[in-house]
């Protein structure tokens, strides 16, 4: 998480800042101009990477730029933290918008949630949250390149949170620790003892490619074969979890534990294992990934890898307005821990 | 739901309004005082119904603006509706974003989402939301008459989403049918057969209390007793739910069937059944209230009361940008009707 320095004025449109170089207690462009010995659209130039200065002219004022501390004044933004979602379905929305919602708050900002789906018109566009300036964007899942070159333009810093496809190295995200979590579920299935372990995994996005890599990981780590045949790649439902796992539980030899890429595949597995015949535990371990709320009540209580929303929200947050301040942010790709939280899905095998 | 008068202009500040009576394409409060003889101030005191002005004044006053289709200008507001949450925990609350969200869009403004929540500092109040001086305020499950004092006197319109207490007539609220919801759970019940039927019940809320009378009414329509042995009251969550279940399911002549006042207290009502040895349906009934998306997934499906937590959330907003509009709303109360939603946890009593 970005630390929340004290020092830097969380609100209000700082047009001036303090040095630490020995200038003025504020300096401006006009006072780095006059220090340097050219005009202010000079400096100006300089600030703003364009051409027309001289190499001399650009390196005393780049000099005098980095002694006086000067950053640019943020533009004229409204007070708003905008929340995109592509669709507001996802149970996890809530932990999402309070994390948001709360590191706002601390900061004195108002979090404003929008739906960019395409459901009914007129639908909302990056054009309507570009034209109400809002302090920084937080992107759930995606932010598409034209998106990202718009916000670009206008100076709007953006975070994509959770990225559900890959991203161009330097675009700030936040997601979560997904490879150490799949490592994580499937070290404690081996640690019951299992040896035969099945993934049932979805589609290429990058946190379930980084899961699948966890559970080969860990086998590997264990001196286990990674068999291609204990693996199923299907959707992230709880229908797709059940039909996968009825294939592989089907199997003369079975495996004695499932591990699944998100809840609602466990819950399908869960579901399998009932019409099967089968008893989770004792029969069947199994470990989901997200610890959704309702996960908590299903019988037996799900062991699941659980997805810190709320602390990525917040760390989110605070990255994005971070960068909209100006601030020297050291990294803007944040991979947050995920923890697993062990309850009664999960046994030694039988026998 | 109030109606969406096409005729109305959604959003814009709009000063000034085309008539229906004959006069000018745009009526001024001017207008108004060089028709009626008198001037700008005495209009205004008649609009704002204050006193200082004849009886026969006010009378021809009045009689003006009402042909001329006045309205009061809407005060200088931002473009943003207000969504209030004490807590932004339930798992209700993405139904309720996504409605409010969806109106939203359809009336061009954007939503702003707030927790009043105590839990850290500095928390959020009714100041801050009137310094923001939204379009509206929809505030759920509740708004103390101090917070509704401070919207008025900023002329800042509010709604009461599902309020949690009795409000005084004439606040506005969207709620949902809830006497109607506890007596088709329960008709459902005594349709299948069922002649002892158990209510767990929640605290002396309104639509607690509507869900418990909707139960004895159904019970008084069948003929059947009401019986206070019959009835727990408890607090909405699955462990006290499972509490009462636990206490009415051990008795020698334990009901059939259970009706519970929320979905978390029928997910009790499992775990006791559980316990006791007694299976869903085959052994025992049982009706929530709510429709949680997880209670879908529960073994056995849940039969349930469903409440339109995105609709309501529709005509809350509707209604509170009606009443910014200054748009005639025939009622500021309403109920959006419940439905039943029969899944597995439900069949005929045994024997």
Known sequence: MPDNRSDVPATGEAEERKTSGGGPATVTIAYIAESAGVSVPTVSKVLNGRSGVSDETRSRVEELILRYGYRKPPKNRSNLVELVFRELESMWAVEIIRGVERAARRNKVSVLVSEFGLQDAPARTIDD????RPRCVLSVAWLSEEERDQLQAKG???VVFDPNRE????????GATNFRGGQAATRHLIELGHRRIGL???????????RTAGYCSALIEAGLPVEPDLMVKTLLTREDGCAAARDLLSRPD???????????QALGVY??????????PD?????????LPAVAWADPPLTTVHQPLADMAVAATELALALGRGDDVPQVGLEIATSLTVRESTAPPKG
């Open 129 to 132: 949250t570009v034209e109400r």
């Open 156 to 158: 709007i810093p953006f």
């Open 167 to 174: 991203l161009p190295d330097g675009v700030p995200f936040v």
């Open 200 to 210: 049932i995994t979805g589609p290429d996005h990058p946190f379930c490619l980084a």
């Open 254 to 264: 079975r495996p004695t534990a499932v591990f699944t890429a998100n809840d609602m």
């Open 271 to 280: 579901r399998a294992a009932r019409e099967l015949g089968l008893r989770v």
């Open 283 to 291: 029969d069947l371990s199994v470990v989901g990934f997200d610890d």
